[in-house]
Every structure is written in structure tokens, then in C-alpha cells.
Nanobody
Framework: QLQLVESGGGLVQPGGSLRLSCAVDGSRRLDYYALGWFRQAPGKEREGISCISNSGGSANYSDSAKGRFTISRDNAKKMVYLQMDNLKPEDTAVYYC??????????????????WGKGTLVTVSA
């Protein structure tokens, strides 16, 4: 029912910044969905980074993301973004965007997401 495509990944030096984008293709208005960002490094479990409600009125972040990452959305453009600042080597991972069907960010690591993109690789290295 929904297709999500991430972009913007690449190589960045420690302390640098990167903005990830996710295009959401579906028949419903984007404000039907809560949207989230996740990441998975090789050999590690996928973790939730951030989630934003359907209206953009509330957002939450993992402890590792707080103060450095910012989630935002543009419902008219059907886009969700993750601004990443002060990147660290441990941020290296494949980053995924995802969407739910209820409009709110639920408890748990996946925030209740059910639709997932394919991911984009972010490498933080000197």
C-alpha cells in the first residue's frame, strides 16, 4: 500500500552533518501516517532513532539521537527528513524510514511502524 525510498546517505567525517530524505508514495494524505527513522549496523539489531506524529505536532528521539538529530516532515511534498549533526563513527549504519497506519508513535523500538523503505548507507569515518 505504501512505498518509501530513502536518499542522502554517504560518507561524512566525524563532526560533520548529513540530511536524509524519504519519499513516501501512497494514495493517502501523508498526514495519515506517523513516520520514523531507524538504523542498523552490521552485526547489530535495528534500532529506532526518531518518530514524528502525523501532524508533526510531536516527536521523540532515542538517547543517542537527542540533541544531534532532528526529524521533520513535509506532508504536502510527502517527504520526511532526518537532519544529522555532529556525526560520530558509531552512527555508521544503514538508515531506514518507515510509516505506520495510526498516526501516532507507539511505545517500543519500532514505534509501531509497518511499512519500511530499503535503506540508505551512512558512513562516518575520517
Amino acid at each position: 500500500q505504501l512505498q518509501l525510498v530513502e536518499s542522502g546517505g554517504g560518507l561524512v567525517q566525524p563532526g560533520g552533518s548529513l540530511r536524509l530524505s524519504c519519499a513516501v508514495d501512497g494514495s493517502r494524505r501523508l498526514d495519515y501516517y506517523a513516520l520514523g527513522w531507524f538504523r542498523q549496523a552490521p552485526g547489530k539489531e535495528r534500532e529506532g532513532i526518531s518518530c514524528i506524529s502525523n501532524s508533526g505536532g510531536s516527536a521523540n528521539y532515542s538517547d543517542s539521537a537527542k540533541g544531534r538529530f532532528t526529524i521533520s516532515r513535509d506532508n504536502a511534498k510527502k517527504m520526511v527528513y532526518l537532519q544529522m549533526d555532529n556525526l560520530k563513527p558509531e552512527d555508521t549504519a544503514v538508515y531506514y524510514c518507515a510509516a505506520d497506519g495510526g498516526g501516532i508513535c507507539l511505545p517500543g523500538w519500532d514505534y509501531g511502524m509497518v511499512y519500511w523503505g530499503k535503506g540508505t548507507l551512512v558512513t562516518v569515518s575520517a
